[in-house]
């Protein structure tokens, strides 16, 4: 079965660079959710989309933004990046409310040097 | 807000035994899903149970199964004759409410299971 794919899988990127981050949600799954995850940490909400919309927005700092697209993929914009965004970033998908649980992709993990 | 609790941040069991892991949480919602989740050394989350918490009746998947105390807000995950492949961090989560869709995670407990 189709899962949720994230890319890139690994990513590294300098203090003050820009870095995006991709899903891909399951086939008919409207809602995609992203989480950030640091060290020996539980997961934390960042933000979702619902048809494409910002439905719920959690601790995402002012310098990331996300958009889900027509083809319902999501990318998490994050600018001006600190060693503090280090961490694995994970997107969900689910039907509307997640009431049929929530498949989560492989993750991006995402050093910052 | 809701708030999910996990008061064990270490378990250990013998392969083949049963161990319990605790969760309490806390929501003036009366609709809501709980949910455990598996976090392998490969930092996958795979769902391993989901429980809904207007269905009276336990939710159970194979060799998991929960204890889902509505008044009391507790929702323990039991594990029979565990395995190796067990070896994880688990996370209660709850989604309802105003936030309804968004997970809100517990700390999670690394479940170690022995030879």
């Known amino acids: 079965a189709a899962g949720v794919i994230q890319s890139p899988r690994h990513l590294i990127k300098e203090k003050r660079e820009t870095a995006t981050l991709k899903c891909y949600p399951i086939?008919?799954?409207?809602?995609v959710y992203w989480y950030q995850q640091g060290p020996g940490q539980d997961p934390q909400f960042l933000i979702s989309?619902?048809?494409?919309?910002?439905?719920d927005k959690g601790s995402i700092p002012d310098r990331f933004s996300a958009q889900q697209f027509s083809d319902y993929h999501s990318e998490l914009n994050m600018s001006s990046l600190e060693l503090g965004d280090s961490a694995l970033y994970f997107c969900?998908?689910?039907?509307?409310?997640?009431?049929?649980?929530?498949?989560f992709g492989s993750g991006t993990r995402l050093t910052v040097v | 807000a809701q708030t999910v609790t996990q008061s064990q941040p270490e378990m250990s069991v013998q392969e083949a035994e049963t161990v319990t892991l605790s969760c309490t949480y806390d929501t003036s919602e009366s609709n809501y899903y709980l949910f455990w989740y598996k976090q392998p050394p490969s930092r996958q989350m795979i769902l391993v149970i989901r429980q809904e918490a207007y269905k009276q009746q336990n939710a159970t998947e194979n060799r998991f199964s929960v204890n889902f105390q509505k008044a009391a807000k507790s929702f323990s995950l039991k594990i029979s004759d565990s395995q190796l492949g067990d070896t994880a961090m688990y996370f209660c989560a709850f989604a309802g409410g105003t936030s309804y869709g968004k997970l809100t995670f517990g700390q999670g407990t690394i479940l170690t299971v022995h030879p």
């Open positions: 086939p008919r799954h409207d809602t």
């Open positions: 989309f619902y048809e494409k919309m910002q439905s």
């Open positions: 969900a998908s689910s039907l509307r409310g997640g009431n049929y649980g929530y498949t």
